[in-house]
């Protein structure tokens, strides 16, 4: 009876890894990128793999990797410059969101699939082998490399650090910042309901008073 208990754990454990296409690599770049882990959150399938993702020792192995690299702030700091990050967290101000979440609320194959990695036995057997991969050794070492403290120091002179530093001079930036608040586009629905073409004539009282344009000759 155990046995078969296992087994079908084991079942409803792969099942659920199959249904999400994410890798621990996928999901490490996602929940680094100040932009692209607004979109995890607002999506429940996303939401989803994310978290079995992070109950894998993979993605937290990778996420100090990257952390222990100065460009990887560099990168964080220029997507939270973006303006397209404006239309990321706007998403939150989406009613389709929350229909989404509720419709996942109600769904059992949600829970299925969030409870999945606590019931895989192979996922706790990663994390007891996690302190004997080599990429945690690797990590253990890095300290006594010379490089990484060279790679730190030489961070703010970098071209990638020097330019965004400049990039608030630019007014440009302002500009693209400013075209992404006005744009309806960035809020979703509600972007629906500010733009005047949504209500057509409705808008133009006098619209019906106009004759339409003659269609050209062929």
């Known amino acids: 009876m155990k046995k078969f208990s296992a087994l079908f754990l084991a079942l409803i454990a792969q099942s659920a890894f199959a249904q999400t296409a994410a890798t621990p690599e996928s999901t490490a770049a996602q929940l680094l990128d100040p932009a692209k882990v607004a ?57 389709n969101m929350y229909t989404k979440w509720l419709a996942a609320s109600l769904d059992p194959n949600f829970y299925t699939a ?19 991969d080599p990429r945690v050794l690797q990590m253990m070492m890095a300290p006594l490399n010379p490089n990484m403290y060279a790679n730190w120091a030489l961070a703010p002179l970098a071209p990638a650090n020097v330019n965004m530093m400049m990039a608030p001079l630019n007014p440009n930036l ?20 500010m733009n005047p073409a949504t209500y057509g004539n409705i808008a133009n009282p006098f619209a019906g008073f106009i004759p339409a344009p003659a269609p050209a000759a062929k």
Request: a negative charge.
């Open 114 to 132: 969030a409870m999945a990695p606590l019931l895989n036995p192979n996922m706790y057997m990663k994390w007891l082998s996690a302190p004997l």
């Open 174 to 193: 302002y500009t693209q910042w400013a075209g992404a608040a006005a744009n309806p586009a960035t809020y979703g629905t509600w972007g629906s309901l």
């Open 39 to 95: 979109e995890v959150a607002q999506d429940p399938k996303a939401a989803v793999a994310a978290m079995t993702n992070l109950m894998d020792p993979a993605t937290a192995i990778i996420m100090m990797q990257k952390g222990m690299d100065p460009a990887t702030f560099t990168k964080m700091a220029q997507a939270s410059m973006d303006p397209a990050i404006l239309k990321a967290y706007a998403g939150f101000l989406d009613p």
